[in-house]
């Protein structure tokens, strides 16, 4: 599985915007599929998950109810819909896809990495 992250960008604090992930291959409902974002001098934090179905959503507590992840499995791809974003949401956005786990907050269950895109919220 290939993944492909995008729409990224600056913005103001309280705009919105929409990341894609586009994905590879023939399973992708198969998948659960994980956003997460790495800031500057940071560790690299979970975001948001939803599992193969969507189903399953599950959030970080400091973008609950401000995210939104969401997936098209017959366009293979995943979304994080972002609203009311904040100068500390700023980081580079990762998604992520892996086949079995539980604990989809844990980085280290994902089998599959896309490249990143920037997020830079001004204030």
């Known amino acids: 599985v290939q993944l492909q992250a995008s729409g990224g960008g600056l913005v103001q604090a309280g705009d919105s915007l929409r990341l894609s992930c586009a994905a590879s291959?023939?399973?992708?409902?198969?998948?659960?599929m994980g956003w997460f974002r790495q800031a500057p001098g940071k560790e690299r934090e979970f975001v948001a998950a939803i599992r193969g179905s969507g189903g399953l959503t599950y959030y970080e507590d400091s973008v609950k109810g401000r995210f939104t992840i969401s997936r098209d499995n017959a366009k293979k791809t995943a979304y994080l819909h972002m609203n009311s974003l904040k100068p500390d949401d700023t980081a580079v956005y990762y998604c992520?896809?892996?086949?079995?786990?539980?604990?989809?907050?844990?980085?280290?269950?994902?089998?599959?990495w896309g490249q990143g895109t920037q997020v830079t919220v001004s204030s």
């Open positions: 992520a896809a892996g086949r079995y786990g539980s604990t989809l907050y844990k980085p280290e269950i994902y089998d599959y």
């Open positions: 291959g023939r399973t992708f409902s198969g998948y659960f």
